[in-house]
């Protein structure tokens, strides 16, 4: 019988999304008639590292954001010699770091937003680009402290003197458009879906809170436009040197008509599995129902010592 230990919870932003997606994976993998050993993780990563005695076949690594996606725990379960799905240490450290991720996606060609990293002190005094455009924390994921600042906000001091995501941020154009993700899956570009956020952008709360966005899938945009995004997808995939499963997620300005400029945003390499997640609905769309989705991602967990 398999046994797999599943991480999720962890210290991160998004631990509660970390939360419902290992609720999933345990009830699918359970369903699959595997043994499962739910860890939830803490602050404490001794606790950790005990639960996985006796060691299990593989780790389901459901962790999201810092400390979950950025590397570290893949660096543990490395130490520990046990194979666990998603990326490794190096894809998921520059995947998590936006300002590393934008440059290797800049240097193979990919369509990246203008912009760069600043000293956020320095939005007290001046607009650092015309408005409108986008203040990110460099290491959160789930549109954690993403700002957004338009002609005639007032709101570019405060977010300055309120920000608690260390000294810099990235800061980028604003594009217009739409809200675009592909999955992938290995060597595979699944789909293009349109996201429609109940909310002036696509937030934390519209991706997690149920009826905060809606998804169209197959995305309805023109045909090049597609095949394109999903090229990229594929490609910042192998950029960053990805394993098993990986979401691309992409702005798409059709504002001057179809095809549009597609500009690349990001690649999150822990997709969530949760109820109103876009991966899980991706692979349905192709046949791959939620517990063959994980048993995939299992089968295909390896270790990157």
Same mark, same amino acid.
């Given at each position: 019988?398999?046994?797999?230990?599943?991480?999720?919870?962890?210290?991160?932003?998004?631990?509660?999304?970390?939360?419902?997606?290992?609720?999933? /994976? =345990? #009830? @699918? $993998? *359970?369903?699959?008639?595997?043994? &499962?050993?739910?860890?939830?993780? +803490?602050?404490?990563?001794?606790? /950790? =590292? #005990? @639960? $996985? *005695?006796?060691?299990?076949?593989? &780790?389901?690594?459901?962790?999201? +954001?810092?400390?979950?996606?950025?590397?570290?725990?893949?660096?543990?379960?490395?130490?520990?010699?046990?194979?666990?799905?998603?990326? +490794?240490?190096?894809?998921?450290?520059?995947?998590?770091?936006?300002?590393?991720?934008?440059?290797?996606?800049?240097?193979?060609?990919?369509?990246?937003?203008?912009?760069?990293?600043?000293?956020?002190?320095?939005?007290?005094?001046?607009?650092?680009?015309?408005?409108?455009?986008?203040?990110?924390?460099?290491?959160?994921?789930?549109?954690?402290?993403?700002?957004?600042?338009?002609?005639?906000?007032?709101?570019?001091?405060?977010?300055?003197?309120?920000?608690?995501?260390?000294?810099?941020?990235?800061?980028?154009?604003?594009?217009?458009?739409?809200?675009?993700?592909?999955?992938?899956?290995?060597?595979?570009?699944?789909?293009?879906?349109?996201?429609?956020?109940?909310?002036?952008?696509?937030?934390?709360?519209?991706?997690?809170?149920?009826?905060?966005?809606?998804?169209?899938?197959?995305?309805?945009?023109?045909?090049?436009?597609?095949?394109?995004?999903?090229?990229?997808?594929?490609?910042?995939?192998?950029?960053?040197?990805?394993?098993?499963?990986?979401?691309?997620?992409?702005?798409?300005?059709?504002?001057?008509?179809?095809?549009?400029?597609?500009?690349?945003?990001?690649?999150?390499?822990?997709?969530?599995?949760?109820?109103?997640?876009?991966?899980?609905?991706?692979?349905?769309?192709?046949?791959?129902?939620?517990?063959?989705?994980?048993?995939?991602?299992?089968?295909?967990?390896?270790?990157?010592?």
């Amino acid at each position: 019988m398999t046994h797999v230990a599943v991480l999720y919870g962890g210290i991160s932003a998004e631990r509660e999304v970390s939360l419902a997606s290992g609720r999933q /994976v =345990i #009830a @699918a $993998l *359970t369903g699959l008639g595997w043994r &499962v050993t739910p860890i939830e993780v +803490g602050p404490d990563i001794s606790a /950790v =590292i #005990a @639960a $996985l *005695t006796p060691r299990p076949d593989a &780790v389901f690594n459901a962790l999201h +954001g810092r400390f979950g996606e950025d590397g570290a725990i893949q660096g543990v379960l490395d130490w520990l010699d046990i194979p666990y799905t998603h990326s +490794g240490v190096r894809a998921s450290a520059l995947a998590m770091d936006k300002a590393a991720a934008k440059a290797i996606f800049a240097a193979h060609g990919l369509p990246v937003a203008p912009g760069g990293v600043m000293e956020v002190a320095g939005l007290v005094e001046a607009d650092p680009l015309p408005v409108p455009y986008v203040i990110k924390p460099l290491n959160e994921g789930s549109s954690v402290g993403v700002e957004i600042i338009r002609a005639g906000d007032n709101r570019r001091a405060d977010v300055a003197r309120a920000w608690r995501f260390g000294t810099t941020a990235m800061v980028e154009e604003f594009i217009p458009g739409r809200e675009l993700t592909v999955g992938v899956m290995s060597d595979r570009a699944l789909t293009v879906t349109e996201i429609l956020a109940t909310h002036a952008f696509y937030d934390y709360e519209s991706k997690y809170a149920e009826g905060g966005s809606r998804h169209e899938l197959p995305a309805k945009i023109h045909p090049e436009a597609a095949a394109e995004a999903m090229r990229i997808a594929l490609a910042a995939h192998r950029a960053l040197g990805c394993r098993g499963a990986s979401r691309a997620d992409f702005r798409y300005d059709d504002t001057e008509g179809e095809p549009g400029r597609l500009v690349l945003l990001e690649v999150n390499t822990q997709p969530g599995l949760t109820p109103t997640s876009l991966l899980p609905e991706q692979a349905a769309l192709c046949g791959i129902d939620f517990p063959a989705l994980c048993r995939w991602m299992v089968e295909a967990a390896a270790c990157r010592a």
